[in-house]
């Protein structure tokens, strides 16, 4: 009879599957949650509007109300289709599903998020990534030589970039767009925090394609995310989507909230003054070197991160140790931007952690 160790595959054997800590009682500053809740206002009217949610019926399956409030709410470009998935993790895991011939590559460049390595092996696509140079700023050269070499199916980039925090230059990327002879995905999971967009080059160039999320606006529990490109792509990668993978409360939210969407961008904005401040207070404390952000947290390094992170969590914040994930993170921490109590908790939180 099988066992474990005869049936599973062996590269589902060898991972460790994804880390979500218990953050009960503790100050919650380690996955770039938007701190605030729903404006009261608009909480009240989703009551009324989900309490009429035909939950007997299964939702949608094109979601068409909630692809056009997109599209009102946000420029995608008008030759481009939208794909949604229940969260953008979800919408990697179907490219790379969709390109998964025997010994495809999906690349990245890293320190990064990690799902794209995650996702790779899920698939069965062989993962290879080319490092940030040590600023975090892409090794342009590097990328288009790993282009050459390993002929990617798919390659992701995030910008701004998870954990680092900074977004890679446009024109970086622009060069990189013309060189990939797969696809390129640039995920734009922090967009909102920053100050550039990407959507037009996927109308621009055949093979971009660009993916956001609504998880870092303050819907992390709706999960929802969407793609963007050109109609011949994404209807192949449709194909593979589960057809009822946004559940009718999520569309139905989500319409509704689009339609509000200076509210979810007003929150956005408070978030980045926010990260000023806690940036400036964080690079005074003691031995922290703060690295400059355009997401909605901030990555730093001290000496003993991983006691400092100790230290933290024994005073009741928690934050995220990545200073074991890549050797350019040798020593560093990611902080969510959280409301002003949160982050003052954690500077004071952390300035004891230091003095002992
Ligand atoms: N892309 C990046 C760069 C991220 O950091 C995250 C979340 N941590 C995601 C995608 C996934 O977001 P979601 O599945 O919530 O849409």
Redesign the pocket.
Known sequence: MATVQTLIREEVLALSAYQVPDARGLVKLDA?ENPYPLPAALAEELGHLLARAPVNRYPDADAKALKAAIRRALPVPGDCDILLGN????IIQLLALAVAKPGAVLASVEPT?V?FRMIATFTGLRHVACSLRSDFTLDVEAVLALLERERPALLFL?TPN?PTGNAFARADIERIARAVPGLLVI?E??YAFGDTSHLDLAGLAPNVLVMR?F?KLGL?GL?L?FLVGPKHWLEQVDKLRLPYNVNVLTQRCATRLLESYDQLAAQAEAIRVERGELERELAEVRGVEVFASEANFLLFRIAGAAAVFDGLVARGVLIKNVSRAHSLLADCLRVTVGTRAENTRFLAALRETVAV
Do not use: P
Request: hydrophobic letters at 35%; zero cysteines.
């Open positions: 770039m969260g953008s993790d979800e998020f799902m995030a998870n995920d999971a922090y999320t998880s992390a999960r995310g």
